[in-house]
């Protein structure tokens, strides 16, 4: 789960991370009042789930509370990158003397957590990567062992930090680096870490994206999800316990099981369609559980057709075109849906779906054979 | 010979009375798996169907002499039902749940590497090795006995790909899925290692899915360290950049986990890489003759 900048900021000041003092504003009315509260020039952001945002003009420097509300009037409402703009983050403006980068990241290849600085920051780590490959500073840490306060002076003496900063930035990674354990996070990335006129050192931006398989634990981090930013769709499929994921075309896809959903969506595109979604119905595959699926998927508008694609393992094929046909039923479904069953009692469920007679339900035995069609269907 | 499991293999499975837990400890015993043992705190002294129960992994070691766990805990405490069947000495401790999280994992990971243990999963199905074993949840219907050994980040996929094997009568030594988490107990090469060494496998099939590198460094490994014909499969052409594909691990970050990215390097280590899963079965049939 990804967390907004202000959501995030909140964390790491929890943490002891310096963060610049800002209030959250979902109105216009609301980031004058933020922005006469903190007095002086403030900045008006955007609070979007994706980069870019200073590029796409959703980050304005104001000098005062008029500024402010003219800003946030521009900015609220704004799409960024087929985000809308529903809340700005109103910061007190900083005298930034340096821009650094800093980040506590999952390493998958290496097992452990990956601290990284450079003091190229204020643009992207990946850019910083190619531009300027010498120029981070890696540690990896013992998940064992945890923080060791001299990861933090390899990593400022390595990034070729000033001495005088040396001991300040060190104290910033281990605070970051205590946020990413104690809520349980797979990114913490400040960017700009920023290193002021006087001296300080805030976290002027903040990337956290919290572990949704821990959000059990942290009670606070799960309530902080924006309801309103989800597409409709996934939101509906989150509320019945389906997992979906929204994509644009239109074939409707569903079987059981992640690694062979992707596939199926790889296969309807080697045919030469588009899927209009991920969607993986488990291992039960009940006429409930059918029925949630389809109600989600076809609720999109731009869905033409359906594909099942069920390799049946433990849940027999029969079994599971029952759960179809009664779904189908049930939501008195009308768009064509093409079955194919495969694996476990794969004939008894093929028969159940031809001697139920459906005009728009079709059965095909192979993955590439059901992708055809689907796609032919979608077309027609 | 297979690998990691056979007809010697004593398993205890930790969480024996629950659904999922006694449903499959009694299909892997019907298979011929020897499930000497079950756990499940608080429950020492009962019997599910003939099957010993003890309070504790070290209770089952010491009893029944249990070499390898099967773990279907919810995932809070699963990392800590991890940690137990480590510490009671148990060699391979293979764990079904799904959701757990990912900091559990590094610890988990780490621990298990320092006491010399070999960890399968989480979030996965377990492995089989047809005609011998079979520990976790695979369906054993589609599989049979033979030269193939096949690892996978994902169940139904595996299947999938042993079916189109098997109808072409071709067996497999052993099937391995490692999960579909970010943080998993064996990688691909890990596994792969294990092949190679065995005098049964002749032949490998890869499955791989979006997200991480573990295809990258398998093909690597593979070019320099193995010299039995592979055959990979990957899925995920078609996901978009930072969504998550069903499986935790199955995430694009950035430019970085593509299926494009991981079928270069697969193909770039001399390994064909099928289009679909019925592909991956001509291209082993083909490899085997």
Known sequence: ?380 | MAILIDESSRVVVQGITGREGSFHALRNRDYGTQVVAGVTPGKGGRQVEGIPVFDTVRGAVEAEGVDTSLIFVPARFAADAMYEAIDAGVGVVVTITEGIPVHDMLRAYHHARAQGVTLIGPNCPGLISPGRANVGIIPTSVFKQGGVGLVSRSGTLTYQIAHELTRRGIGQSTAVGIGGDPIVGSSFIDVLERFGADEQTEAVVLVGEIGGSEEEAAAAWAQEHLDKPVVAYVAGFTAPPGKQMGHAGAIISGSAGTAQAKQQALEAAGIRVGKDPSEVGELVAGALC
């Open chain 1, 1 to 380: 789960m990804d967390l907004y900048e202000h959501q995030g900021k909140e964390l790491l000041g929890c943490m002891g991370v310096p963060v610049p003092a800002g209030r959250v504003a979902f109105s216009v009315e609301e980031a004058v009042a933020a922005a006469e509260e903190l007095g002086g020039p403030v900045v008006v952001k955007a609070q979007v789930h994706t980069g870019g945002r200073g590029k796409a003009g959703g980050i304005r420097v104001v000098d005062d509370a008029a500024g402010a509300s003219r800003a946030a009037a521009d900015i609220l409402g704004m799409d960024i990158k087929g985000h809308t703009v529903g809340r700005v983050y109103v910061e007190e403006a900083s005298d930034i003397a340096r821009e650094l980068y800093a980040a506590i990241v999952l390493d998958r290849a290496e097992k452990r957590p990956l601290a990284m600085l450079s003091s190229m920051g204020g643009m992207d780590v990946e850019e910083i990567a190619r531009e300027h490959p010498g120029a981070i500073a890696r540690v990896h840490i013992d998940p064992l062992l945890g923080w060791s306060d001299y990861l933090g002076r390899r990593l400022a003496f390595e990034s070729g930090l000033a001495a005088d900063m040396g001991p300040a930035v060190s104290e910033v990674m281990a605070r970051l680096f205590e946020a990413f354990v104690i809520y349980e996070a797979t990114l913490v990335e400040v960017n700009p870490l920023a290193v002021l006129a006087d001296g300080r050192v805030v976290a002027l931006d903040c990337k956290l994206t919290a572990d949704d398989n821990a959000l059990f634990r942290h009670a606070d981090i799960a309530g902080m999800r924006d309801v309103s930013a989800a597409d409709p769709q996934e939101q509906m499929a989150r509320e019945r316990g389906v997992t979906y994921v929204k994509l644009d075309g239109e074939v409707g896809v569903l079987g059981n099981g992640a690694g062979l959903v992707m596939s199926t969506l790889d296969v309807v595109a080697n045919a030469g369609g588009r899927p209009a979604n991920f969607l993986d119905v488990g291992g039960g595959a009940k006429a409930e559980e059918i029925v949630h699926a389809l109600e989600v998927i076809t609720s999109d508008e731009k869905v033409r057709v359906i594909f099942f694609n069920i390799f049946g393992g433990i849940t027999r094929c029969d079994e599971v075109a029952r759960g179809i046909l009664t779904a189908v039923d049930q939501l008195r479904i009308m768009l064509p849906i093409v079955v194919r069953l495969d694996g476990t009692n794969q004939e008894e469920g093929r028969s159940l779906i031809a001697e139920a007679g459906l005009e728009n339900v079709y059965s095909e035995p192979t993955m590439t054979a059901a992708a055809e069609r689907a796609v032919a269907l979608a077309g027609a």
